[in-house]
């Protein structure tokens, strides 16, 4: 007779995709794709934040692969989420910025890919990618004749459950309009409804309150859908995008205490990074008590760096070593904290290879065997880096937003901020925080990059 804890590794091993008949045959591993919304590179204790207490993140970074160089794909939140999805760079099917364009029916993406390979499939949080409602008036885009067009909901997109919003919330009492201070609020009365909902499907919104921490929020109705599909023994895609900490940034009471000392608007930033920490530690228990841990690869990011100082209010991110911030080209406007957790297959470690969020759909298709989809892609698979310790990237990173462009190699990077007429040259191993131009020294790196630039932009620019 089985023990539990040998009937739950048995459940386990059948949501992983594993067949076992005396060894272990090719996993099909879970996947869950966390990302923080405006969260700087420096916003982490590993990563030397002075005041921010993350133990969780901390814990994952300890356990896992800590990618010093990862990349957002865009300085700003939309774009990036995009790539996470398709592998692709964001341009190449219109979405240029936040609030632009939506994510395509025929754009393949890997919600819609694992679905057919029967996984179970779940969005949670910040979406961007489309508006969720053409029936009321909502969030930035929802519900306007003129935004018609980019009705793209994520149960449209390949995911059988949805708690999912357009766009940002408060971080603390989601659908309550904070106080003036707080930043990000518009024209709406403090105390008013926010008037973004959370959807859970085609005429679905969640219309009774809800209250507390968002992050919270977000993670109980993820980690019903994983126990869900563990118990029923199938593989799963969970993309679980925080608001926390984008404006209006809102920390509990308790949350504030813990930086008690610091000024309020410090409190209320640090508190809020705190309480997404917990929940990552939350998921990474539950995982570990249902015995999934193992064969789920768990990954981390943010979507861009920290918001600037020039919005209303004032902005705690920090970039850590790393100039410019969110919607920059500089490494602080991308530059972002990355971490994956796959025990069966990921060892303790850090690298310094420049990786980008398009890695993600190449990456997990080849874990599983499955094909890549027939059209370009600018991410690459990272499992040599993960297997193999490969020190280097084989392709380059390439980078657009407005004015600015750039192109990002193992060692060098080339930036323009005024649309390709100039560029600037950075040697990132020696001078991570971009304070010494080079251009002038190397004009053949600068030429053989912006040539690469331009080669690779042919491919999807008008």
């Not at 008037?195 to 009774?208: F, L």
């Not at 995982?287 to 979507?303: E, K, P, Q, V, Y």
Request: proline share 8%.
């Amino acid at each position: 007779m089985l023990t539990r804890r040998q009937a739950l590794r048995g459940v386990a091993a059948l949501a992983a995709g594993l067949w076992v008949a005396g060894a272990r045959a090719v996993a099909r591993p879970s996947v869950i794709l966390c990302m923080a919304d405006d969260l700087g590179w420096g916003d982490t204790a590993y990563n030397g934040h002075p005041h921010l207490r993350t133990p969780h993140l901390d814990a994952m970074a300890a356990a896992g692969l800590r990618f010093d160089r990862w990349y957002s794909a865009a300085p700003v939140c939309s774009p990036t989420r995009g790539s996470c999805l398709t592998g692709r760079h964001p341009f190449r099917y219109g979405i240029t910025h936040a609030n632009v364009g939506h994510l395509p029916t025929g754009e393949p993406n890997l919600a819609a890919i694992l679905h057919r390979e029967g996984y179970a499939t779940g969005h949670f949080g910040k979406w961007h990618l489309g508006t969720l409602t053409r029936d009321r008036v909502e969030a930035n885009r929802g519900g306007r004749p003129e935004h018609s067009e980019h009705y793209a909901p994520p149960w449209e997109r390949g995911f059988d459950v949805c708690f999912s919003t357009e766009s940002k919330v408060p971080t603390y009492n989601p659908m309550v309009t904070p106080p003036r201070g707080a930043g990000g609020v518009g024209g709406r009365e403090p105390g008013a409804h926010y008037e973004t909902w959370y959807w859970m499907g085609a005429g679905r919104p969640v219309t009774h309150p809800l209250g507390g921490d968002d992050s919270s929020l977000i993670m109980s109705r993820a980690l019903d859908f994983v126990a869900d599909a563990a118990s029923a023994a199938r593989p799963f895609l969970a993309v679980i995008w925080f608001h926390a900490p984008h404006l209006p940034v809102i920390a509990s009471r308790s949350r504030r205490a813990v930086y008690s000392g610091l000024p309020r608007d410090e409190q209320h930033y640090y508190g809020c990074v705190t309480s997404l920490d917990a929940q990552m530690g939350r998921l990474r228990r539950a995982l570990r008590d249902m015995g999934i841990a193992d064969d789920t690869m768990l990954w981390f990011c943010s979507d861009n760096g920290p918001e600037g100082a020039r919005r209303q209010g004032r902005t705690q991110g920090s970039t850590g070593p790393f100039r410019g911030r969110k919607r920059s080209l500089h490494e602080g406007g991308v530059r972002v904290p990355g971490i994956l957790e796959w025990p069966s297959r990921v060892a303790p470690g850090a690298t310094e290879a420049p990786c980008v969020t398009s890695d993600y759909l190449p990456t997990v298709l080849d874990a599983m065997a499955l094909p890549s989809p027939r059209q370009p892609l600018d991410g690459i698979s990272l499992l040599p880096l993960i297997d193999r310790g490969r020190a280097g990237r084989e392709t380059s990173i390439g980078f657009e937003h407005g004015e600015q462009r750039s192109w990002v190699d193992d060692r060098y990077k080339i930036i323009t901020t005024d649309g390709g007429k100039s560029y600037q040259l950075y040697d990132l191993a020696a001078d991570p925080g971009e304070e010494h131009e080079l251009s002038a020294e190397r004009p053949e790196t600068v030429s053989t990059m912006r040539a690469e630039l331009e080669a690779w932009r042919s491919g999807w620019a008008s």
